[in-house]
């Protein structure tokens, strides 16, 4: 058995040297041709120490994508948390994420290499409304404590919920509501998702 990886010299753990290195190949050389082997060498670990953490290919650029994407949402909470009520918030997560609804470097990855894509996302969309869930859980709990949202709500529960509904809205176009219209979406929830979350 391999001893563990050691941090590098600023801290960081072998698992986001592993996570870095397969965004740099991903960004370099695209899904067909980063491998495991050549995320190992890039992030100085072992291929042995490389598998502990991710147990094959599709899993560990999963995993990489999903990060960027957390990081989007990092970056966005700022703009989300402008909007005036839930709904929104809501509305202006949707929009946001209409312009790069996988986070920018999945999106790339998805027009230049489609069906390498497919085999990925898979297991990105498996993690991302659990992953996610998160951000969510955040909104609703300041909306239970102003008020806004009902006392008692299942926070959890109802955080996977706007999840689904916001990956929903992002890409399954309709005709009741304008997804790329705030206004739009957000007369939409007041209507529809609203009800269920207000006292």
């Known amino acids: 058995m391999s001893?563990?990886?050691?941090?590098?010299?600023?801290?960081?753990?072998?698992?986001?040297?592993?996570?870095?290195?397969?965004e740099s190949c991903l960004r370099r050389d695209g899904i067909r041709r980063t491998?495991?082997?050549?995320?190992?060498?890039?992030?100085?670990?072992?291929?042995?120490?490389?598998?502990?953490?991710?147990p094959d290919k599709a899993t560990l650029l999963s995993?990489?994508?999903?990060?960027?994407?957390?990081?989007?949402?990092?970056?966005?909470?700022?703009?989300?948390d402008a909007a005036d009520?839930?709904?929104?918030?809501?509305?202006?997560?949707?929009?946001?994420?209409?312009?790069?609804?996988?986070g920018p470097l999945a999106t790339e990855l998805r027009e230049s290499e489609p069906e390498a894509f497919g085999a990925v996302i898979?297991?990105?969309v498996d993690d991302i409304v659990p992953g996610l869930s998160w951000f969510w859980r955040a909104q609703l709990e300041a909306g239970v404590a102003?008020?806004?949202?009902?006392?008692g709500l299942d926070v959890q529960g109802a955080a996977e919920w706007v999840m689904r509904i916001v990956v929903s809205l992002?890409?399954?176009?309709?005709?009741?509501?304008?997804?790329?219209?705030?206004g739009s979406i957000s007369d939409y929830l007041e209507a529809f998702l609203m009800p269920a979350l207000r006292a």
């Not at 992002?170 to 705030?182: E, N």
């Open 85 to 102: 009520g839930f709904a929104a918030r809501v509305a202006a997560a949707v929009v946001l994420a209409r312009a790069a609804p996988l």
């Open 122 to 124: 898979g297991t990105f």
């Open 63 to 80: 995993a990489a994508l999903i990060r960027r994407d957390q990081a989007f949402w990092v970056d966005a909470q700022q703009r989300v």
């Open 146 to 151: 102003t008020g806004e949202l009902r006392a």
């Open 170 to 182: 992002v890409s399954v176009p309709g005709q009741a509501v304008d997804i790329d219209d705030a």
């Open 35 to 54: 491998t495991a082997a050549g995320v190992a060498a890039e992030a100085g670990v072992s291929r042995a120490w490389l598998y502990r953490h991710f």
């Open 3 to 22: 001893a563990p990886a050691p941090p590098d010299s600023d801290g960081r753990s072998a698992r986001d040297r592993i996570l870095d290195a397969a």
